[in-house]
């Protein structure tokens, strides 16, 4: 059974750096294929796909953020870190871990999501 | 980026009715687009992967078409735990998402 857990400030002030800490279990990420991964969404708006990180330590950005953001891996930990420099009250959000459905795509830009973390809702203000 | 719309962003339907819900891609995915749900502070689930795959688990009543650049999602005989906010994703590249569509009784 894959589950995953967000952890993290609930409260950052602007122009800080978030820190978000995925937790998983039923999987591990030294396993060929798979990948865990940072979604987001605006209270009341539309998801936002962030950040992949695969088993070979291989990362994928949003292009959009790409200069604000590092995915890192701790296989022995099973846990997956975001970090988001420079926040803004834009970036105010649920933000989701999620896993990446094996073998699911052509390249490995692509991935569509089989399993969410419940979530966790962070503040940007002052 | 390739852009996701989704049509109508609110549609109100009743238990039994039978409803789609279209997205559209501003080029060409071929297959390669998810239908998710989402329901009131939780997180999505998914439904419908390469346009027309049935996710394990998921209701038969669920079902997705299309190809290119228009997809749809629809729910027959719609049941009160169905009313909830969709959303497509497409993965030919960098996913991306639709605005979402809210479904109300």
């Known amino acids: 059974q894959i589950t995953l857990k967000e952890s993290g400030p609930t409260l950052v002030k602007p122009t800080q750096t978030l820190t978000l800490t995925c937790t998983f279990s039923?999987?591990?990420?030294?396993?060929?294929?798979?990948?865990v991964g940072w979604i987001r969404q605006p209270p009341g708006k539309a998801l936002e796909w962030l950040a992949l990180?695969?088993?070979?330590?291989?990362?994928r950005y949003s292009p959009s953020l790409q200069s604000r953001l590092t995915i890192t891996k701790d296989t022995s930990k099973n846990q997956v870190v975001l970090t988001m420099t420079n926040i803004d009250p834009v970036d105010t959000a649920i933000y989701y871990c999620?896993?990446?459905?094996?073998?699911?795509?052509?390249?490995?830009?692509?991935?569509?999501?089989?399993?969410w973390g419940q979530g966790t809702l962070v503040t940007v203000s002052s | 980026d390739i852009q996701m719309t989704q049509s109508p962003s609110t549609l109100s339907a009743s238990v039994g009715d039978r409803v789609s819900i279209t997205c559209r891609a501003s080029?060409?995915?071929?297959?390669?687009l998810a239908w998710y749900q989402q329901k009131p502070d939780k997180a999505p689930k998914v439904l419908i992967y390469?346009?027309?795959s049935l996710e394990s688990g998921v209701s038969s009543r669920f079902s997705g078409s299309g190809s290119g650049t228009e997809f749809t999602l629809t729910i027959s005989s719609l049941q009160p735990d169905d009313f909830a906010t969709y959303y497509c994703?497409?993965?030919?590249?960098?996913?991306?998402f639709g605005q979402g569509t809210k479904l109300e009784i």
């Open positions: 999620v896993h990446r459905r094996n073998e699911c795509c052509n390249t490995w830009d692509a991935a569509y999501f089989d399993y």
């Open positions: 994703q497409q993965y030919l590249s960098y996913p991306s």
């Open positions: 390469k346009a027309s």
């Open positions: 080029q060409n995915i071929r297959n390669w």
């Open positions: 039923g999987f591990s990420l030294s396993s060929t294929q798979v990948g």
């Open positions: 990180i695969y088993w070979d330590d291989y990362k």
